[in-house]
């Protein structure tokens, strides 16, 4: 089965730096990625996704790389806001239309001001 | 609009009573998800409804029982719980079960007394 597993549970950035957050996943055959943000107190909230045909994707102030070479995924938040504090979480499956996603382990975003 | 509500917010129940979640969303999604999110961890999924029948359900204990009434609500009926499963309980829905991107509801925070 698939697993998949972030590099650094915490992270810390100055107010207006770029962020990376890393995730590694297992299944070469996972086709689809997502990356949600869990504010305190709340349910996740999308924020970008991918497909193994691409590899990489853009969205505001969000960058999404995927290499299926190492089975690597990486978040890229441009120009750090106190509000991007929260924890990020990618999520993976396959094309296989009968697997559930499965959440990497979560990385704590803290933005310095 | 891709709101998916959550009711109550919070609830707290004795490890006697008997109550119930509850789930919308109304945006013709086809496949609806219980997930269970412990403090510091990813959401877990629970249970997958898929064109409103059962289609995963991931070793739950049977103190809690989904019920899918139609396409746009799902219910999670809890009866006998242990503090232990005092969590945060989120609900999402997708257009079709995997790969889609599914939306998260705010969740309900539950305690067991």
């Known amino acids: 089965g698939e697993s998949v597993g972030l590099h650094l549970p915490t992270l810390s950035v100055q107010e207006g730096d770029n962020s990376i957050i890393n995730c590694a996943y297992s299944?070469?055959?996972?086709?689809?990625f997502i990356w949600y943000k869990q504010e305190s107190g709340k349910g996740p909230q999308f924020i970008i996704d991918?497909?193994?045909?691409?590899d990489k994707r853009q969205g505001q102030r969000v960058t999404v790389l995927l290499n299926k070479t190492v089975k690597h995924l990486s978040l890229q938040i441009a120009a750090t806001q106190p509000g991007d504090s929260a924890v990020y979480f990618c999520a993976v499956t396959d094309a296989s239309g009968n697997t559930p996603l499965v959440f990497g382990k979560g990385t704590r975003l803290s933005v310095i001001a | 609009d891709t709101e998916v509500t959550q009711t109550p917010k919070h609830l707290v129940m004795g490890m006697t009573n008997k109550k119930s979640l509850k789930c919308e969303q109304h945006?013709?999604?086809?496949?609806m998800y219980w997930y269970k999110q412990k403090a510091k961890k990813p959401p877990e999924l629970m249970f997958v409804y898929s064109y409103e029948k059962l289609s995963i359900n991931e070793s739950v204990p049977s103190r809690f029982s989904p019920e899918c009434p139609n396409s746009s609500l799902l219910n999670l009926h809890l009866h006998a719980l242990q503090p232990e499963d005092s969590a945060l309980y989120l609900c999402a829905s997708s257009q079709e079960f995997a790969p889609d991107t599914q939306y998260f509801g705010p969740g309900t925070r539950l305690t067991v007394l």
């Open positions: 299944n070469s055959a996972s086709d689809y």
């Open positions: 945006m013709g999604h086809r496949a």
């Open positions: 991918i497909r193994s045909n691409m």
